[in-house]
């Protein structure tokens, strides 16, 4: 793995960390909207930091960058689950529960359907930032990635 490849992963890692964080906590479902625009984002710097010469190596190094990001948005995805149980085991928000017609829980079901919801949606955040790094790779070489590869030889 490159140097530039885990920089752009780390990047792309740290703010996905705080939206999925925020977004998680609203709801575990919202942090997966944050890995489309993270996927591609890791891509493209990655290629725009290595320069790699081929499509392929810049879609693989994209996809291990997007990667690398949503491992860092999977830990953030854990830690809103736990503060979402911990709030759900608050009976100030118990009313609110009972409001939307939801069934109250026991404090063990809260604490496994929590974890649960943000250890599936943080793998599947983990595979689909995955492939948008590896777009993200491929859009930077289709565009910016062509352009420097179509320089003239330089003169003897």
Do not use: D, H
Not at 114 to 125: D, E, K, R, S
């Amino acid at each position: 793995m490159g140097g530039a490849l885990i920089k752009a992963g780390l990047i792309v890692g740290a703010g996905m960390f705080l939206c999925v964080l925020v977004a998680a906590v609203v709801s575990p479902l919202c942090a997966s909207c944050v890995a489309i625009l993270a996927g591609v984002g890791a891509g493209y710097l990655t290629g725009a930091f290595e320069k790699p010469s081929s499509s392929a190596e810049v879609i693989r190094r994209g996809a291990a960058a997007g990667a690398i990001a949503a491992g860092m948005a999977f830990l953030a995805q854990i830690l809103a689950a736990v503060i979402n149980a911990t709030v759900m085991q608050n009976p100030q928000f118990q009313g609110a529960t009972v409001l939307l017609g939801l069934p109250l829980l026991s404090s063990n079901e809260v604490w496994i359907a929590q974890l649960l919801a943000g250890v599936c949606l943080g793998i599947l955040n983990v595979g689909i930032t995955a492939g948008l790094g590896a777009g993200g790779g491929a859009i930077w070489f289709s565009t910016a990635g062509k352009r420097g590869s179509l320089a003239p030889p330089p003169l003897p």
